[in-house]
């Protein structure tokens, strides 16, 4: 679950609260590899979180559409955590950089119909998308799958700080006569709250199960 910033949540108004839900994966590895213990670890963290829809209705000369709200991030991660993970539950700190896609997209709204018997005909029809700078810092545990055989769990806290980006204007994107998609912009900051919860593997093997 993402909970914008004041200013972010002025613009996303959407039907559940002005959050965003989505989902998340990341991967890290002690860059002293496996038979070596470091209390840092380094790796990849991505997340898609969507803010909602909204349906402009069909008219005389245009078709029905449907534009959706979603933001991408793609981030360096740095994690700090005990050097030995003693107990069922370890901590850790997380730092972040990278970068977040705010995506816009209209496409025609197809029924049934249309998908089976008019699927040469153009569906999405606009894209606005702008990329901003992401850095952020976390907070949360696991607990530790190292001798089980099954995955373990993770709850982070994660605060993005993001610079500013243009979006569409909820509820503005229009399709004229002559078929021109139209809509205001603005710009916002893209700060966010992240809470997440997961489930967390070492290996594969901790990850698929074993017999």
Same mark, same amino acid.
């Given at each position: 679950?993402? @909970? #914008?910033? #004041?200013?972010?949540?002025? /613009?996303?108004?959407? =039907?559940?609260?002005?959050?965003?839900?989505?989902?998340?994966?990341?991967?890290?590895?002690?860059?002293?590899?496996?038979?070596?213990?470091?209390?840092?670890?380094?790796?990849?963290?991505?997340?898609?979180?969507?803010?909602?829809?909204? *349906?402009?209705?069909?008219?005389?000369?245009?078709?029905?559409?449907?534009?959706?709200?979603?933001?991408?991030?793609?981030?360096?991660?740095?994690?700090?955590?005990?050097?030995?993970?003693?107990?069922?539950?370890?901590?850790?700190?997380?730092?972040? /950089?990278?970068? *977040?896609?705010?995506?816009?997209?209209?496409?025609?709204?197809?029924?049934?119909?249309?998908?089976?018997?008019? =699927?040469?005909?153009?569906?999405?029809?606009?894209?606005?998308?702008?990329?901003? /700078?992401?850095?952020?810092?976390?907070?949360?545990?696991?607990?530790?799958? *190292?001798?089980?055989?099954?995955?373990?769990?993770?709850?982070?806290?994660?605060?993005?700080?993001? =610079?500013?980006?243009?979006?569409? /204007?909820?509820?503005?994107? *229009?399709?004229?006569? =002559?078929?021109?998609?139209?809509?205001?912009?603005?710009?916002?900051?893209?700060?966010?709250? @992240?809470?997440?919860?997961? @489930?967390?593997?070492?290996?594969?093997?901790?990850?698929?199960?074993?017999?």
């Amino acid at each position: 679950m993402a @909970i #914008p910033s #004041p200013e972010f949540r002025k /613009v996303i108004n959407n =039907d559940f609260g002005n959050l965003g839900f989505g989902v998340g994966t990341g991967l890290v590895v002690s860059p002293l590899l496996e038979n070596r213990p470091s209390p840092i670890l380094i790796g990849l963290d991505f997340g898609y979180f969507t803010y909602g829809q909204e *349906k402009t209705p069909a008219t005389t000369t245009a078709p029905a559409l449907k534009t959706t709200h979603n933001v991408f991030t793609w981030n360096a991660i740095g994690r700090l955590r005990p050097k030995y993970e003693h107990g069922s539950i370890t901590p850790f700190l997380d730092g972040l /950089v990278g970068l *977040k896609l705010y995506n816009t997209k209209t496409k025609i709204n197809k029924n049934l119909i249309d998908f089976i018997f008019n =699927d040469d005909q153009r569906e999405v029809i606009n894209n606005v998308k702008d990329t901003g /700078v992401n850095y952020g810092l976390g907070a949360g545990f696991y607990t530790n799958p *190292k001798k089980r055989s099954h995955p373990g769990f993770t709850l982070r806290v994660l605060y993005l700080w993001g =610079d500013e980006v243009n979006y569409v /204007v909820r509820n503005s994107v *229009k399709l004229d006569p =002559d078929g021109f998609v139209t809509f205001d912009t603005a710009r916002a900051n893209t700060s966010m709250l @992240i809470i997440q919860l997961g @489930i967390n593997a070492i290996g594969l093997k901790t990850l698929v199960g074993s017999h």
